[in-house]
């Protein structure tokens, strides 16, 4: 798999927002989620726009480290740029984060395709996630990420059997988690999409041993990948690469034996 950091862009990248698109209202100081027109590799395209504040201080750090690791995984997710945008209601710009919807085939986010969301819409969502291809990958990455905020109004359709997953500001803790604290033992990060929407033992027998298998396969692509991950990132340069890095590490460790225990399969 080849490796793909997020670019930084120039200040005429961002275009401004897609008109009469919902904004996320900021929240802790200056953060803003909203859907933007960019200038991407010479096309215009749409995409999520992300400010931090300065309580969340490795929130762009994260999102970049993800996106760079599942793209060497071949795991579906969003690309990703950095990019000076403004803060919508100020004259402000800052560095932000941008996920570029699918350039083919996006049908939106379940929260968005599927309104309102009853009990019939969730049982829906739940069959199509589960007859997605890279499910079980997804499930089996966020795990080795630490992400516990993986949901439905983070990944988008894109096909029949197709997902792809963008936001993931709260992997290895979150983006206010002290870095010396990516140094202690690694615990389960409750996976919202097996745990939530139906009940874990119910989930079949396929699907249970296909994302134990999914696990130990980016396990081993983790290892491939890992001298060129740790140069992208630049581990050693930094304080916090160098212990997400470390963190990731003695995750890959423990999470197919987390997924064995918690799926309930002794194989």
């Known amino acids: ?19 009469g698109a919902p904004s996320r209202p900021p929240h802790g100081g200056l953060r803003e989620t909203h859907l933007a027109l960019i200038r991407f590799q010479g096309q215009v395209r749409r995409a999520y726009v992300k400010h931090f504040s300065v309580t969340e201080p490795f929130g762009l750090f994260n999102e970049a480290l993800a996106c760079t690791l599942l793209s060497g995984l071949g795991v579906p997710c969003s690309e990703g740029a950095v990019l000076p945008a403004p ?12 996920s ?34 890279a499910f079980a990958s997804i499930i089996a990455a966020d795990q080795l990420l630490g992400n516990s905020d993986r949901n439905i109004g983070n990944l988008a359709f894109t096909g029949p059997r197709s997902i792809e997953i963008f936001d993931h500001e709260a992997i290895l803790g979150g983006a206010a988690f002290p870095t010396e604290r990516l140094y202690e033992p690694q615990v389960w990060a409750r996976s919202k999409l097996i745990e939530d929407l139906a009940p874990i033992q119910a989930l079949s027998p396929r699907l249970k041993t296909g994302i134990i298998a999914a696990a130990e396969v980016l396990v081993d692509l983790f290892y491939e990948i890992q001298p060129e991950f740790s140069k992208a990132i630049q581990v050693g340069a930094t304080g916090r690469a160098t212990a997400s890095a470390e963190a990731i590490r003695r995750r890959s460790h423990e999470v197919v034996g987390w997924f064995r225990s918690r799926l309930g399969l002794l194989i």
Do not use: N
């Open 1 to 19: 798999m080849t490796i793909r950091v997020p670019p930084l862009l120039g200040v005429d990248a961002y275009l401004g927002p897609v008109p």
């Open 100 to 133: 570029l919807e699918a350039a083919r085939g996006f049908e939106g986010t379940a929260k968005q395709i599927y309104q309102p969301l009853g009990p019939e819409q969730l049982d829906e969502v739940t069959r199509r996630l589960h007859a997605c291809a």
């Open 87 to 98: 803060v919508l209601g100020s004259d402000e710009a800052t560095l932000a984060f941008a």
